[in-house]
């Protein structure tokens, strides 16, 4: 059995919200090795070469959703990217974030439900790792897109079992009809490498100031 499997299966098959948050508030002081030292965790960085090529400035204002300890808000604002709100769940993973002072807010909300944030509230918003089993649905994507501003773009991973179980390109494509979103990048990249999985990578244009379908 593989050294990634114990704490990340707990993660990935936990039924209910309270198991995940117990998950993650248990592996909360030990993600960031686990991750990026012991398992090789790719999709951070795939995120932060798409906010460099979409943001166009370094002071945009970023949304990280689903942001867990800051390993995607570490890597913006060692890039420059300053102006930067954090956004999760879990009490453990946010006391992580909080440590690292990179976010000028950090919020505790449940993804699944619609955040408190105005319509076009941030110029780019992120989320990395977020969109997998047991965790966000598809449907939060309107969220996400709803609190980045016309013209801002969402960037934004799917893990690749997820993917197919869940059917998330319906609602990408279902953002597009309705011209919400366009579509700039689509692809497949190298999600962690001590398992060989993958995920999904896409860059999403804002095109309306509401996200329904």
Same mark, same amino acid.
């Given at each position: 059995?593989?050294?990634?499997?114990? %704490?990340l299966? !707990?993660?990935l098959?936990?039924?209910? +919200?309270?198991?995940?948050?117990?998950? &993650?508030?248990e592996?909360?002081?030990?993600?960031? !090795?686990?991750? +990026?030292?012991?398992?090789? &965790? =790719?999709?951070p960085? !795939?995120?932060?070469?798409?906010?460099?090529r &979409?943001?166009?400035?370094?002071?945009v204002? %970023?949304?990280?959703?689903?942001c867990?300890t800051?390993?995607?808000?570490q890597?913006?604002?060692e890039?420059? =990217?300053?102006?930067?709100?954090?956004?999760?769940?879990?009490?453990?993973?946010?006391a992580?974030?909080?440590?690292?002072?990179?976010?000028q807010n950090?919020?505790?909300?449940?993804?699944n439900q619609?955040?408190a944030?105005?319509?076009g509230? &941030?110029?780019?918003? +992120?989320?990395?790792?977020?969109? +997998?089993?047991?965790?966000?649905?598809?449907?939060?994507?309107?969220?996400?897109?709803?609190?980045?501003?016309?013209g801002?773009?969402?960037? =934004?991973?799917?893990?690749?079992?997820?993917w197919a179980?869940t059917r =998330?390109?319906?609602t %990408?494509?279902?953002? $597009?009809?309705?011209?919400?979103?366009r579509?700039h990048?689509?692809?497949?990249e190298p $999600? %962690?490498?001590?398992?060989?999985?993958e995920?999904?990578l896409?860059?999403?244009?804002?095109l309306?100031?509401?996200?329904?379908c």
């Amino acid at each position: 059995m593989k050294p990634r499997s114990n %704490i990340l299966d !707990h993660v990935l098959t936990a039924s209910t +919200t309270e198991a995940l948050m117990d998950a &993650y508030g248990e592996w909360a002081e030990k993600y960031d !090795h686990d991750l +990026t030292q012991a398992w090789g &965790y =790719f999709a951070p960085q !795939h995120a932060m070469r798409q906010v460099q090529r &979409y943001a166009g400035d370094a002071s945009v204002r %970023i949304l990280d959703a689903g942001c867990g300890t800051g390993l995607v808000g570490q890597l913006l604002y060692e890039n420059g =990217f300053k102006t930067l709100d954090g956004l999760d769940f879990s009490d453990g993973m946010l006391a992580q974030a909080r440590k690292k002072q990179i976010y000028q807010n950090l919020y505790q909300a449940d993804m699944n439900q619609p955040l408190a944030m105005a319509d076009g509230a &941030y110029d780019l918003t +992120t989320c990395v790792g977020t969109f +997998t089993a047991s965790h966000v649905k598809p449907e939060a994507l309107h969220e996400l897109v709803r609190v980045t501003r016309v013209g801002g773009f969402v960037v =934004f991973t799917v893990r690749d079992t997820f993917w197919a179980e869940t059917r =998330f390109d319906q609602t %990408i494509l279902a953002l $597009c009809h309705s011209n919400a979103v366009r579509v700039h990048e689509w692809r497949t990249e190298p $999600c %962690i490498d001590e398992e060989a999985s993958e995920c999904k990578l896409l860059v999403l244009e804002v095109l309306s100031a509401t996200a329904t379908c």
